[in-house]
Every structure is written in C-alpha cells, then in structure tokens.
C-alpha cells in the first residue's frame, strides 16, 4: 500500500446518498405463520408440480436464457389480452424494471414523483440512480389528494410518476378518474403499478393505446411465483424500445422462464387460488374488524392494513406467538401504529387472528 494516499473507506467513496439508505429489511421468518409479504399461501396441485419437474430435468441450464424470451412474452401478452400493437419488457421482479425505468430518464434534476404512503421501492430507487424524489402525501383517508398531486406535477414536472394500483401498503385503489387527470397533466411517464391486479377489480391495460405516456407494470409475484423473480412492463414499442437497451441481456433466467410459461399455461388455476383469496379477506376483515381497538381499512389486494394502538408492540406479540406480518409504525407519519397483514389460508388467518386478539388482552 502507497503510503501517499488515504486510508479507503466506504464513507469516502459511495455517494452520499446511498450512505444515507437503510437497506430493505426482510426479517428471518422460519417456522413462523407467514404473512409480510404478500405472497401467495397456496402450493400448487401436484400434477402441475410433476410437469414443472420434468420441465427442470430437461431444461439447458447449461445455455444461456433466450434473450428475447418469445415464449414466455407470448403467454404473458395472451393471459394479459395485451391490446394489439402494445408490447413487452420483462424484469427479475417488477423492482428491477422500476429500475430500469429511472435509469433511463435520471437526467441531471430529473424527478420521481409518486404518493405516501405507497411502495418504499419507488423512492428507494430514485436515490440508487440519482434522482430528485418527490412524494405527495395521500388525504387522511388514503385517497388521492388530486388537486395537491397535480400542484406537484404542474411544480416539480416530474420525468416519471408511479401510481401504485391497488395501492402498497393502504390496500385501496385510487379512482381511475383521477388517474387519468394525472396521466394526462403529467409531462412525463405515468406507471400505473398493478402488482396486485389478480385481486383488484380494474386494470389500465385496456387504456395503454389511450395515452402516449402511459405504461402498465405488473408482477407475478403476488399470484403465487414470487421465487421465480418476475414482471412486466406493457406499453408501446416507442418507450420498450429504448427500455430494453438497458436491460441486461440476460435478466430472466432459463427456469424461471420455462416455469413461469408452464404456470401460466394454467393461469386458471392461479386465479382461482386467487379467488380464494378474495373470499378470504372479506372474512379477514369482517375478524379484524370486530376487534375492539382494531380499526381495518377495506382492501382491493391480498393484505389488509390495520391500526391498533400501541401496534409496535402488537407486532412483536404476534411474532412471539409464532405469526410474522409486517410494521408500518413509525415508517412514515400517516402510518402511525398501523401494521399490515397478508392474507393467508383460512387456518393461518384464524391463527393469527387468535394471536392478535391473545396479544391484545396481554396488552390491557
Ligand atoms: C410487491 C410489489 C412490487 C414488486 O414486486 P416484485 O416481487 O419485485 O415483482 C412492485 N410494486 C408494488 C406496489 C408491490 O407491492
């Protein structure tokens, strides 16, 4: 070592702020009920494990992925009825397609705009690649504030907006009205993110030929294939176009390509394990609410957020009796003693509500 230049540490190289980011944290969850993250409870029937198996044994993972992932693109634009003329970009996750999104516009100034509370990753990603982050805050009760999130564009002229549809982690959607007053006042792209569109009764998909900057990302995560790592973004060829030069070439690999196609070859299977689920969180509503001190907002996706007093220590009850879900409080101000559950089958549901109600009494 030179004796001439300094010591390097971690603080005199990465930028600032990056140093300033608290990682995305994912507790430990073994032998624990499962509901943080909004995956989905259900295994699959076995004859469908038994095709994704001899689908594995054969598979070249000696190869590199197709590219272009044709077919895969081809189950997704069927299963989606992507309106002709639109097209495809795929990502490890809808994260990493949120990624490419603000790689691609993050001129110097550019700003990301979107609303709070909504999904950490936006604004996450906005400090990875340099980005001014712009966050307007929800009315009280988690509806858009439609005249101060239009100030906000009219003012910060925001290169991209993400629109969470049904919205992470209050569970609503916003009206698709205003949604539209939004796409069409922005000066730059709008992403209508429909992670949760399985459970959610509407779409802007059909829309996509509507707007010139309107783009749809979805994700498979949430209907029952958040190991496999994968999403989409939908919209015109003009914007995907330039996108995919950013993608690395390889993204999706060989069997999450190959399973995912095989699973959406039985896409009625997973929406119907989503139905399910959707009768369940009615149920999971009507339990919470009936919780004295619980307070449950109505949900369009497979969580429910709730607010219980003093729900830090709610949250800690719960995961000494065994049930993992996750907590808001003190993550922004309007999600004060809020926590969010996922809903899970019918026996971790009671449990948890079982757990809930036990924490609760100990709490008194
Ligand atoms: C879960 C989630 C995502 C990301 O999902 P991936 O697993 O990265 O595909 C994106 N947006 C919202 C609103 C989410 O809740």
């Known amino acids: 070592m030179s004796s001439s230049r300094y010591v390097v540490v971690p603080e005199r190289l990465i930028r600032q702020e990056i140093l300033a980011l608290n990682a995305y944290h994912v507790p430990p969850a073994s032998d624990m009920i499962k509901l943080d993250a909004m995956e989905n409870p259900y295994s699959l029937p076995q004859e469908i494990r038994d095709e994704i198996a001899q689908l594995v044994a054969d598979a070249a993972i000696n190869r590199y992925p197709d590219a272009g992932a044709s077919q895969l693109k081809a189950s997704i634009a069927k299963v989606t009825n992507l ?3 639109m097209d495809i970009l795929l990502g490890n996750g809808s994260d990493e397609i949120i990624q490419l999104l603000a790689l691609a516009v993050a001129k110097p100034g550019a700003v990301l705009l979107s609303i709070e509370p909504s999904f950490v990753m936006y604004k996450m990603i906005a400090a990875f690649v340099g980005m001014k982050y712009v966050g307007v805050p ?98 015109a060829t003009a914007w995907l176009g330039q996108l995919e030069k950013l993608r690395l070439p390889y993204n999706v690999g060989v069997l999450p390509q190959l399973v995912a196609a095989k699973l959406l070859a039985h896409h009625d299977v997973l929406l119907a394990q989503a139905e399910s689920i959707k009768q369940l969180r009615s149920k999971l509503l009507a339990a919470l609410s009936a919780i004295n001190g619980v307070y449950a907002y109505p949900s369009d996706a497979n969580f429910i957020l709730f607010r219980v007093a003093h729900a830090t220590q709610v949250f800690e009850g719960l995961q000494q009796r065994g049930v993992l879900i996750k907590n808001l409080n003190g993550g922004h101000p309007a999600l004060l003693d809020c926590l969010r559950v996922t809903v899970g089958t019918a026996d971790e549901n009671q449990k948890f509500i079982a757990a809930l109600q036990d924490t609760i009494r100990g709490l008194l």
């Open 138 to 235: 929800l009315a009280q009760d988690f509806s858009l504030d439609l005249t101060a999130t239009l100030e906000a564009i009219e003012r910060e002229q925001p290169a991209l907006v993400f629109l969470a549809y049904p919205n992470n982690p209050t569970g609503n959607s916003f009206y698709a009205a205003a949604i539209k007053q939004i796409i069409e006042a922005a000066p730059g792209l709008v992403v209508v993110d429909e992670a949760y569109y399985a459970f959610a009764r509407d779409s802007f998909i059909p829309h996509l030929a509507h707007y010139d900057n309107l783009l749809v990302m979805r994700t498979f995560s949430k209907l029952g294939m958040a190991g496999l790592r994968l999403g989409f973004l939908a919209g």
């Open 83 to 85: 309106p002709p003329g």
